[in-house]
C-alpha cells in the first residue's frame, strides 16, 4: 500500500517524500507544480502532475495507486498575499480539501494528514499556545487552515475518515547534506530573505514593525526545523494506523525568537553584517506565536533533533549556499 503525499514537490512536502522513501515507504506524489519543484521530488516516488482540485484526475490516481493513507501538503500559504487574494485561498486550499475528501470517501481511504498552521490561533490567549485554546485567525490564509480542520472533523463524524491536524509554527532549515532546501518565488519568508540579504542578492532587510506587544518590539516566532517537521508526518501516519482518534497536534520547539534575534543568530551563522531596515507591520501579523508541543512529543513519540535557531539556519545557509538559484542550479 502506498502513501499519497499532495503537495510533495513543495519545500516541506519534498523534505517528507524524502524521509518516507528513506524508510522504505512507498510513496505517490500529486503536485501541480505551482510553487513546487518537480527536481525536488525523490526519485524513488511516483510523481503525478496535476491539481487537487481536479476531480477526474484525482480519481484516476486513485484508481491507479493503492493508497492507504494521504498527507496533504497542497495549499497557498502566504499570509500577505492571503489578504489581498482571500478568494484564490479559499478557491485553493478549502476547494482542494473538499474534492480530496470525496475522492477519499469514494475509494475508502481513511487516514488524512493535514497541514495546518499556526495561523488557525491568531493573537493567542496565552503563550506558550496548547492546543485547545481559541483559534480566531488574523488573516485568509489561517481561516482557511480552521476551515479545513473543522470540515475535516465533520468528515470524521460522517464518513470515519480519520485526521491528525499538524499545526506547524514557523518552518525552516533545509536537509543537511544541502540537497533539499526552501525555493519559494517570490520568497516571502524570513530565514531565506535574511540568507538572501547575506549572500547579497539583497540589499537590506527589512522587518515588520517594532512596536509589538514584545521584549525588543518585534514579532516573535517559534522555529521549527523541516526534517523534523518530515519525521512528525511519519509518526502521525502510524498513530492513525494504529487506530487512534482524529485530533490537532502542535508542532514547535516551544521557544519564541524575536525577528531582531533571528537577524542576530544569521548574522553569527554567515559571518555576515546583513543591512537591516524597520519597516511598517505587515498586515495580518499576530505579536506572538509560540507552541506547546508537549503532546506531539507524548502521544506522538515526536523527539526533534533541532533545538536551536542557529543549527536551523546553519543547514538554512549550507542549501543557500550550494544552491544560489534554488532548484534551477
Ligand atoms: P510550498 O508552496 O513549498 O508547497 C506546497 C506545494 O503544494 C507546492 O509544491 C505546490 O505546487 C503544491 N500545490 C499547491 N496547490 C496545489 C493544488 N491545487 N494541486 C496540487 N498541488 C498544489 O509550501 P510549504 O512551505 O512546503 O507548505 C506546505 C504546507 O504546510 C502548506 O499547506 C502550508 O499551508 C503549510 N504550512 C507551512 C508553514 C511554513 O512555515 N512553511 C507553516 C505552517 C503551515
Ligand atoms: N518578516 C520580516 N521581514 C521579512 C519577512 C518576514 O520582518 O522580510 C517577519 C514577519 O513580519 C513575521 C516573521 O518575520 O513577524 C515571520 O514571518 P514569515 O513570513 O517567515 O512567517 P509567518 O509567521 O508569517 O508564517
Known sequence: MAILVLGGAGYIGSHTVDRLVNTGSDVVVVDNLSTGHQSAVSEGARFYEGDVRDQEFMETVFNDEAIDAVI????????????????????????????????????NVDKLIFSSSAATYGEPTR???????????????????????????????????????????????????????????????????????????????????????????TCVRDYVHVEDLAMAHILAVSYLENGNPSRSFNLGSSTGFSNLQMLQAARKVTGQAIPMVMGPRRAGDPGTLVAASKEACEILNWQPEYDDVEKIIQTAWNWYQQHPNGYED
Not at 496533504?72 to 487574494?85: L, N
Not at 482571500?86 to 477519499?104: Q, R, S
Not at 485567525?137 to 473543522?150: A, C, F, I, R, V
Open 72 to 107: 496533504h501538503f497542497a495549499a497557498f500559504s502566504i499570509v500577505p498575499e492571503s489578504m489581498k487574494t482571500p478568494l484564490k485561498y479559499f478557491d485553493n486550499n478549502v476547494g482542494g480539501l473538499i474534492t480530496l475528501l470525496e475522492v477519499m470517501k469514494k475509494h
Open 127 to 217: 503563550v506558550p499556545i496548547e492546543e485547545p485554546d481559541r483559534q480566531m485567525p488574523t488573516n485568509p490564509y489561517g481561516e482557511s487552515k480552521l476551515m479545513m480542520e473543522k470540515i475535516m472533523r465533520w468528515c470524521d463524524q460522517a464518513y470515519g475518515i480519520k485526521f491528525v491536524a499538524l499545526r506547524y509554527f514557523n518552518v525552516a532549515g533545509a536537509k543537511p547534506d544541502g540537497s533539499l532546501g526552501e525555493d519559494h518565488h517570490p520568497e516571502t519568508h524570513l530565514v531565506p530573505i535574511i540568507l538572501e540579504v547575506a549572500a547579497g542578492k539583497r540589499d537590506q532587510l527589512t522587518i515588520f514593525g517594532d512596536d509589538y506587544d514584545t521584549d525588543d518590539g
